[in-house]
């Protein structure tokens, strides 16, 4: 388990962060498709940014943002200096958190969490299962001001359905080790286009979908220009959810092949 900060917040930071405590908790989940448009036809990540500040979310959640990728530094002139993660925190989300997921010669992509709020710890689970497709559950426990500690866990499984369910077992797992009565967000791309997901999540892990609690169904989020495929998730426990809303309109529908969701939660 490893700390992101190169420094420790100092005592005025640290006052600051705690100062109010915060009820409700902006969530965003996107799959940034590593900074590319649909079939990577163009570089975009600059324009993501500026889409993801205009929510004005408190934590987002990443799938598939690059933390290097050599070749590409050279081939595109505004290619960040920094990696992906650190590039769309900029100055709006003062942490950040990165699971490395797969690493080839060129660079290496995974999961990031963004956060207002202090990240106190993270580690990323392994959970490939075999072959190549390399994946992995961010846990990232943040702490919010009058309310202590909150879970948050970046998901991004498996193409294969036996992996996928390997991959829930696990991140059942996980959910089990935590305190029962702790607030626990889940989101990311969830690739279960068979539906097969919420049910085992339910029964093991005691999560509800925030938007099948509060329209009745799960979110079309792929492909993004039309969305069929109900793949992209938050589940939460020991919270309340208000506002689901799918991203559908531009320019998430140019930015990459998944739409955004975000929501809010109480505490």
Same mark, same amino acid.
């Not at 979310?57 to 050599?70: K, R, S, Y």
């Not at 702490?143 to 909150?150: C, Y």
């Given at each position: 388990?490893?700390?992101?900060?190169?420094?420790?917040?100092?005592?005025?930071?640290?006052?600051?962060?705690?100062?109010?405590?915060?009820?409700?908790?902006?969530?965003?989940?996107?799959?940034?498709?590593? *900074?590319?448009?649909?079939?990577?036809?163009?570089?975009?990540? $600059?324009? @993501? +940014?500026?889409?993801?500040?205009? %929510? &004005?979310?408190?934590?987002?959640?990443?799938?598939?943002?690059?933390?290097?990728?050599?070749?590409?530094?050279?081939?595109?002139?505004?290619?960040?200096?920094?990696?992906?993660?650190?590039?769309?925190?900029?100055?709006?989300?003062?942490?950040?958190?990165?699971?490395?997921?797969?690493?080839?010669?060129? *660079?290496?992509?995974?999961?990031?969490?963004?956060?207002?709020? $202090?990240? @106190? +710890?993270?580690?990323?689970?392994? %959970? &490939?299962?075999?072959?190549?497709?390399?994946?992995?559950?961010?846990?990232?426990?943040?702490?919010?001001?009058?309310?202590?500690?909150?879970?948050?866990?970046?998901?991004?499984?498996?193409?294969?359905?036996?992996?996928?369910?390997?991959?829930?077992?696990?991140?059942?797992?996980?959910?089990?080790?935590?305190?029962?009565?702790?607030?626990?967000?889940?989101?990311?791309?969830?690739?279960?286009?068979?539906?097969?997901?919420?049910?085992?999540?339910?029964?093991?892990?005691?999560?509800?979908?925030?938007?099948?609690?509060?329209?009745?169904?799960?979110?079309?989020?792929?492909?993004?220009?039309?969305?069929?495929?109900?793949?992209?998730?938050?589940?939460?426990?020991?919270?309340?959810?208000?506002?689901?809303?799918?991203?559908?309109?531009?320019?998430?529908?140019?930015?990459?092949?998944?739409?955004?969701?975000?929501?809010?939660?109480?505490?």
């Amino acid at each position: 388990m490893t700390i992101h900060n190169d420094r420790p917040l100092d005592t005025s930071e640290l006052d600051a962060h705690m100062a109010s405590a915060i009820d409700c908790i902006r969530v965003l989940t996107v799959n940034t498709h590593k *900074g590319f448009t649909t079939f990577n036809r163009r570089f975009i990540l $600059p324009e @993501l +940014r500026e889409a993801v500040r205009a %929510v &004005s979310a408190d934590i987002v959640f990443l799938q598939e943002v690059h933390g290097t990728h050599e070749k590409h530094a050279v081939r595109f002139h505004d290619w960040p200096k920094m990696s992906q993660y650190e590039f769309l925190a900029d100055s709006i989300w003062t942490d950040f958190a990165y699971g490395r997921n797969a690493v080839y010669p060129d *660079g290496d992509h995974g999961n990031a969490l963004l956060s207002k709020f $202090p990240i @106190l +710890r993270y580690e990323n689970l392994d %959970v &490939s299962i075999a072959g190549p497709e390399r994946r992995g559950l961010l846990h990232s426990v943040v702490e919010v001001p009058g309310h202590g500690e909150l879970h948050a866990i970046c998901v991004h499984l498996g193409l294969r359905e036996a992996h996928r369910q390997e991959q829930l077992r696990l991140l059942c797992d996980l959910l089990d080790g935590l305190p029962s009565g702790a607030p626990v967000v889940v989101a990311g791309d969830f690739n279960d286009w068979r539906l097969k997901a919420t049910a085992p999540l339910s029964r093991c892990a005691g999560l509800y979908e925030v938007f099948e609690k509060t329209h009745g169904e799960l979110a079309r989020s792929f492909p993004a220009r039309w969305p069929l495929l109900r793949l992209d998730r938050i589940y939460v426990r020991n919270v309340e959810a208000r506002q689901a809303r799918i991203l559908g309109n531009k320019p998430w529908t140019h930015l990459s092949d998944h739409l955004p969701l975000a929501v809010e939660i109480h505490l």
